[in-house]
């Protein structure tokens, strides 16, 4: 079975900071490119943040571009998203995917598989 698994979502500060993981199992994911999306409630799906198989493009949202850094170990199978000066919009469930290509995306039809998904509340 072929899962995503999301963690180090919480509450966090403003002006704090965040890491989220994004782990995958039942299959690598080392020649996909990966990428983050988050929704606010009542908001749809939004791009966040994204990175090609080999980690060395990186593409981001222009809400969060400096703050937020998009890394990926593909050994572990792991992508993370370190979250810098958190802001209380910043709050929203937080998701990982896993694209169809190689190549970083931000459109979220282009993803394949999609984890559970991690609260951040990010707090005055």
């Known amino acids: 079975q072929v899962q995503l698994v999301e963690s180090g979502g919480g509450l966090g500060q403003a002006g704090g900071s965040l890491r989220l993981s994004c782990s995958g199992s039942g299959r690598t994911f080392s020649s996909n490119a990966m990428g983050w999306f988050r929704q606010a409630p009542g908001k749809g799906r939004e791009f966040v943040a994204a990175?090609?198989?080999?980690?060395?493009?990186?593409d981001y949202a222009d809400s969060v571009k400096g703050p937020f850094t998009i890394s990926r170990d593909n050994a572990k199978n792991t992508v993370y998203l370190q979250m810098n000066s958190l802001k209380p919009e910043d709050t929203a469930v937080y998701y990982c995917?896993?694209?169809?290509?190689?190549?970083?995306?931000?459109?979220?039809?282009?993803?394949?598989?999609w984890g559970q998904g991690t609260q951040v509340t990010v707090s005055l």
């Open positions: 990175i090609n198989w080999s980690g060395g493009n990186t």
């Open positions: 995917g896993a694209s169809y290509g190689s190549d970083r995306t931000t459109q979220k039809n282009d993803y394949r598989y």
